[in-house]
């Protein structure tokens, strides 16, 4: 999400007849697109302080500027550091982003209502907004007509998005109206919750011969227990339920997940259930990220007791199992 908007400011910036650098030293915009869903990535943008004084001594006309996910109590900390600080909301949200020569963003949504526990996005991006269906109709038209093959429909909880302009699209009829474009293109999208992933989706998918038979589901825990203290309102149970749905409908689906290890308070028989669904459901790609706490959320409050290493060590076994699957 975060390098679809980086495009898509390039894109506004391009438009405004602005051109691109390589060289930060010969920049007189530079535009720091920040993602905050991790600590690490704030302090790395603090880091630049000193580095924006030295180029800043040097040319008088740069200019910087500081969006993407920023939480409240950290802009006072950017204060005095950028020229300018506003949310990612502040660029033209019509706008697209190019991945590639062939691909393309479509945003279709901002912000997020579920509060899963470890995450910013609904404390930095606000509740969820949704694009007009008719609006996403004309740019993803306009897209295909250019040549784009691949359009990669974008929103924090993708498949909670209803059309402002008409209660009766939803998601899934959302993807209906788009497949009955004329064209060669496939349609991709990012990020679905499993809590919010209906029967009628899954035929969608199955019947639309555009939507490509790719899904990222993150499941985030095997664990029950750890599900909701992430407040991710689904079970286990669900989530496996809901994944043999999908591949009894889409029997070629290619499956992927994220999950997150060292949850505060995981234990190493809580880990060792997600081990198991991990076994269980042979995901073909997984992105694994060890838990870091970030100021602002809920589980912020929660003491984050899994030593790294421990942390390190869940991370590198459910990669090996992955591993092992792939070449099985
Ligand atoms: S659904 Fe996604 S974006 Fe929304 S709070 Fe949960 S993790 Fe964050």
Redesign the pocket.
């Known amino acids: 999400m975060n390098k679809a908007d980086s495009e898509r400011i390039a894109q506004e910036l391009k438009n405004k007849g602005y051109k691109s650098t390589p060289n930060i030293k010969e920049a007189n915009l530079v535009v720091v697109n920040m993602c905050s869903v991790r600590q690490s990535a704030v302090d790395r943008v603090l880091g630049l302080n000193q580095k924006f004084s030295q180029l800043k001594n040097k040319n008088c006309k740069l200019k910087t500027v500081l969006t993407g996910c920023i939480l409240k109590k950290d802009k006072a900390k950017f204060r005095g550091m950028f020229d300018e600080i506003g949310g990612v909301e502040t660029w033209s949200p019509e706008e697209t982003g190019s991945l590639s020569p062939l691909s393309q963003f479509v945003r279709i949504s901002n912000g997020?209502?579920?509060?899963?526990t470890?995450?910013v996005?609904?404390h930095t991006r606000g509740p969820l907004v949704c694009r007009s269906h008719k609006d996403i109709l004309n740019e993803v038209k306009k897209t295909v007509k250019a040549g784009i093959e691949e359009i990669w429909l974008l929103g924090?909880?993708v498949n909670d998005y209803q059309s402002p302009s008409s209660h009766l699209i939803n998601f899934a009829k959302l993807l209906k109206i788009l497949n009955e474009i004329a064209g060669d293109f496939e349609i991709r999208f990012s990020?679905p919750?499993p809590a919010d992933f209906s029967n009628e989706l899954i035929d969608t998918m199955a019947k639309c011969q555009k939507v490509a038979k790719y899904l990222n589901l993150?499941v985030q825990s095997g664990d029950d227990k750890i599900l909701k203290r992430m407040n991710?309102r689904y079970t286990v149970k669900e989530y496996k339920n809901l994944v043999k749905k999908i591949r009894e409908e889409i029997p070629n689906i290619n499956l992927s997940t994220d999950v997150i290890v060292g949850f505060p308070g995981e234990t190493k028989k809580q880990f060792e259930n997600t081990l198991k669904l991990f076994k269980e459901i042979r995901f073909n790609i997984a992105y694994i990220s060890k838990y870091s706490p970030r100021p602002g959320t809920a589980a912020f409050l929660l003491k984050d007791n899994v030593p790294f290493k421990e942390k390190k060590r869940r991370e590198k076994i459910l990669m090996e199992v992955l591993a092992k699957q792939k070449g099985s």
């Open positions: 997020c209502n579920n509060f899963c470890y995450c996005v609904p924090q909880n990020s919750n993150p991710r």
